[in-house]
């Protein structure tokens, strides 16, 4: 099955800790986003990448890092410095160069959800 | 740049009554259009997109949406709502794959 996985589900951090949210496709898109979600406030882009090696920020990445080693996988880290971390973050991947540059659709993981202690 | 609006937070409608989820976006060219759904603790599910050409669109789940260029909307609609049918809904709106805008979300309850 064809699909974008996101790990783990749930995930609690303390305070002035970094924790990595973990997500993975096998949908061979060359292109991959983390949002933040939050109540009444719709998706709000943190990264993006379109290729390989390359990401770019988006409109909230202050406190948030990323890497693009591979294909698949497009890991967030959320700093210490990320001062309300608490929210649902989502995954997606689209075709991105393949698609010949114009908007594709893209598709989501299930989430993971990360509560500050 | 564009946005989305979606100006309901929260619609109530009775099982096997009609529904349309309203979605204006602001935008100077022809945008990309999309719904997603999204059941509580999950993650979102394409319903349909506009892309061009017909201006009536069919998506999964017997929703459809319907562009209209002259009100900017691209509101969602279902005949017969079931009760499987409660959960948030996001309009979308893309330029390029770097900048697509949600909407803030409208939360569908179904009435028994």
């Known amino acids: 099955d064809g699909g974008i996985t996101q790990s783990p589900k749930y995930l609690f951090r303390k305070e002035g800790q970094n924790v990595t949210l973990s997500c993975e496709q096998n949908l061979n898109h060359d292109a991959m986003y983390w949002y933040r979600q939050d109540p009444g406030q719709g998706l709000r882009l943190i990264y993006y990448?379109?290729?390989?090696?390359?990401?770019q920020k988006g409109d909230i990445a202050e406190g948030y890092s990323v890497s693009r080693e591979k294909k698949e996988s497009f890991p967030l880290t959320v700093t210490s410095a990320q001062k309300n971390p608490t929210a649902f973050y989502l995954c997606?991947?689209?075709?991105?160069?393949?698609?010949?540059?114009?908007?594709?659709?893209?598709?989501f993981g299930p989430g993971t959800r990360l509560t500050v202690l | 740049a564009q946005s989305v609006t979606q100006p309901d937070i929260h619609i109530t409608v009775s099982e096997g009554a009609s529904l349309e989820l309203r979605c204006n976006y602001s935008?100077?060219?022809?945008?990309?259009l999309f719904w997603y759904v999204q059941s509580p603790g999950q993650g979102l599910q394409l319903l349909l997109k506009y892309f061009s050409g017909d201006t009536l669109v069919q998506g999964i789940k017997g929703f459809e949406a319907e562009f209209k260029r002259s009100q900017s909307s691209f509101n969602l609609r279902k005949p017969s709502v079931h009760w499987s049918d409660a959960a948030e809904y996001f309009c979308a709106v893309g330029v390029n794959n770097n900048d697509m805008r949600f909407g803030a979300g409208t939360r569908l309850t179904v009435k028994p």
């Open positions: 997606a991947s689209s075709m991105g160069l393949a698609s010949g540059g114009a908007t594709d659709t893209q598709y």
């Open positions: 935008y100077g060219a022809t945008p990309y």
């Open positions: 990448s379109q290729i390989v090696n390359d990401f």
